[in-house]
C-alpha cells in the first residue's frame, strides 16, 4: 500500500505494508523518515486508524534530523486477547513543522486457530514471531563531484528487536556492485544495534545523474522478514571532467591552481560515528584508523572541529605513515556542556593533514548526540531577619546541561505576610541569578509588639513536576516603629513634664521660676540672733538687707554712732551667725 502523501521536504514509508496476527500476538512494523529539506528537522509520529492502546512508538522526537538524514521509528501492534477479528487500515503521519507526510498500512486480525489444521484434534504450537530488523541509512543523501574526491561513508545501523541473536542478509538494489563495499552478512545479538560503514565510489566512467538505491536487511532464512532504507546517490558531473577555468578580466588575474595528483589520506571511525550520551555516561571510545594512499612517506596532523578541542582526546596528535601503511589511534570522546555548549546535537568532522601539504587533507564525520538533564541548585539568606520590612537574597544555579526557566512562589501558613520580588531570568548551564526578595506584614506597622512569622519559598523550574521543586524556609520577625514599652517610658515622661508645669502655674507669684523657688526652699533665710528677726533675700520675699539691718539695730538699747557714719551700729557687734541646716542662726 503505497503512500497517500508526501511533502517535497519530508519522505515517509512503511515496512511491511500489511501484516497478519492472531489475538494475543504482536506485529512490528518499520517506519523510514528522510530529511530531503534544506535545513534540520524536528519531527513527530502519528498514528490514525489504530486503538490507542494496541501500539506504541518507539521514536525520538526531541532530537533533530539534519539535511539528508533517515531516521527509522519501530511501530509494534499488540493485540490483546480479546480483541475483534477483522482488517484494520491504519495511516502514519509524521509532521516536521508545517511540513507532513503520509504513508498507509494496514493489519489482519484472524481468528485464533484459523490456520489450524481441522484434521487434528487441538491445533499445533504457533512457531515464534520473528520481528523484521529496525534499519537506518545515514546521510540518505551523498552529492559526488569528482574523481579526486574521496570515497564516502555511509553508516547502515540495523536493530535486533528480537530476543534472539539474528542472522541478516544484506542487498543492495540500485547501484552497481563496483560502485560500493557493504558487509553481505551481519550478526546482530538479541535487542542490540549493530553499526556497519557503507562505502561509495563511482568510477570515473560514471555518468553524470542522480542513482536512487535501495538497502533491504532480512532475516537470513526467513527473507519476508525484511526491512528497507533508501538512498540517494547524485553525481554532479563527469569523473575526471576538469572545471572550465573563468574568463580573465582586466582587473585581476585569476589562477587556475594545477589538478591534484597526490591522492588524499584514507580515515575511517569505529565502531561507530554516532555517539550519545545520557546523565550518566561520561565518555566514549572510539578508533580513528588513518591509511597513506601515497607513494611517499608522511607525517600528518590530527584535529577536530565543530565541537571544543578538548571534548575529543587523541593518543597521539601526529603520526608518521609509509606508503601504503595505515595505523589505529584511539580516542576518547568526553563531551562537557556549559553555557556555551548546552545539551543537544553536534556534529563534528576529525581531519588528518599532510605536514607537508596541509591542503591534501581528509575529513571523517560524527554526530555527538546529547541528553541533558535540568538540575538547579538554590539558597536563601539570611534565614532570619527582623524589622518593619526585610529583603532576603536567592541564589539560584543551574547545575544542568540544558536552559533553565525558574518560577518563585512565597507564602507563609497566616497569610500575614506580602511579598515582592522580580521574576528570575532564563539560566544557561552553568550561570547563576540573585533575586532580591522583599517581605512584610500585613499588621499595624507603627504600634504594636514584634511578632515571629514563618514562610516558604518554593523554586520550581518550568515544565517540569512539582517534585523537582525545590523548598526554602525562612523567618521574619515584624518589629513595629513603636513597641507597648516605650509607649508607655513616652507617656510617663510626658506626665512629668505637665506635673511639674502644673507646679510652676499654681505657685506664689513671688517664685519667678523653679529654679528660685528650689533655692528659696534650701537656703531662704537666716538669723542674726535668737531673738533677732529674721531676714529673708529679697528674691524670697523679703526687703533690702540695709532696713533689716536699720530694724535691727533700733531693737539694740546698748549701740553708738560710728564716727563718720548717718546711723547708729551696734556698740558690739556680735560674732557671725553659723546657719543650721534648717536655717537658724547660732
Known sequence: MAGVQQSPTLRVSISPESERIAPGEK??????IVNLGQQAQSQEIEVLGLPGAWFSVDFDSSRLAFEGEQRTASLVVSVPPDGEPGSYPFRVEVLAGE??????????????????????????????????????????????????????????????????DAVYAVQVTGLDQAWYNLAPVLRVPAGQILETEMRLQPPAT???????????????????????????????????????????????????????????????LAPRTTFRFGPADV????????????????????????????????????????????????????????????????????????????????????????SGVASFDARLAPVQAEGGTATYTLTAVNTG????????????????????????????????????????????????????????????????????????????????LLGYRSLFLVFFAALIVGLVALVLKFASPVVADAATWIGCQLDGSYRLSADSLSIRKPECGGRQRADDLLDWQRS??????????????PAALPPSPKMTPWGEAT
Open 206 to 268: 560514471a555518468r553524470q545523474g542522480d542513482y536512487p538505491f535501495r538497502v533491504t536487511v532480512a532475516a537470513e532464512r526467513r527473507p519476508e522478514v525484511a526491512s528497507t532504507a533508501s538512498g540517494w546517490l547524485s553525481i554532479s558531473k563527469r569523473q575526471g571532467a576538469a572545471a572550465p577555468a573563468p574568463a580573465p578580466t582586466p582587473e585581476r588575474v585569476v589562477f587556475t591552481p594545477p589538478p591534484q595528483t597526490e591522492p588524499l589520506p584514507e580515515l575511517s
Open 401 to 480: 546541561d540544558l536552559p533553565l526557566s525558574l518560577t518563585l512562589e512565597a507564602a507563609d501558613p497566616e497569610k500575614m505576610c506580602r511579598f515582592k520580588y522580580d521574576p528570575p531570568r532564563d539560566l544557561s548551564p552553568g550561570q547563576q541569578a540573585v533575586v532580591r526578595l522583599k517581605a512584610g506584614a500585613r499588621r499595624n506597622g507603627i504600634i504594636g509588639s514584634r511578632e515571629t512569622f514563618d514562610f516558604r519559598v518554593r523554586v520550581l523550574p518550568s515544565g517540569q513536576p512539582p517534585s523537582a521543586a525545590k523548598l526554602l524556609d525562612a523567618r521574619f520577625v515584624h518589629k513595629p
Open 99 to 164: 511540513d507532513s507526510s503520509v504513508a498507509e498500512a494496514s493489519l489482519e486480525v484472524v481468528a485464533e486457530g484459523a490456520a489450524g489444521d481441522a484434521g487434528t484434534s487441538s491445533p499445533p504450537a504457533a512457531a515464534p514471531r520473528e520481528a523484521p530488523p529496525v534499519i537506518s541509512l545515514s546521510p540518505a543523501l551523498v552529492v559526488w563531484r569528482g574523481e579526486g574526491q574521496n570515497m564516502e561513508r555511509l553508516t547502515l545501523s540495523v536493530g535486533n528487536p528480537g530476543d534472539a
Open 283 to 370: 565518555s566514549e571510545n572510539a578508533i580513528l584508523t588513518i591509511q597513506n594512499r601515497g607513494k611517499v612517506a608522511e607525517r600528518y596532523q590530527l584535529s577536530v572541529s565543530g565541537i571544543p578541542e578538548d571534548w575529543i582526546g587523541f593518543a597521539t596528535s601526529e603520526v608518521r605513515l609509509e606508503p601504503g601503511a595505515s595505523t589505529q589511534v584511539p580516542l576518547r570522546i568526553t563531551p562537557r556542556t556549559g553555557a556555551d555548549w548546552p545539551a543537544g546535537d553536534y556534529e563534528f568532522r576529525v581531519r588528518a593533514a599532510p605536514v607537508a601539504s596541509p591542503g591534501l587533507y581528509a575529513e571523517v564525520g560524527g554526530l555527538i548526540s546529547i
Open 27 to 32: 506485529a512490528v512494523f518499520s517506519v523510514t
Open 556 to 569: 539694740r538699747p546698748a549701740s553708738r554712732v560710728a564716727p563718720g557714719v548717718g546711723f547708729p551700729v
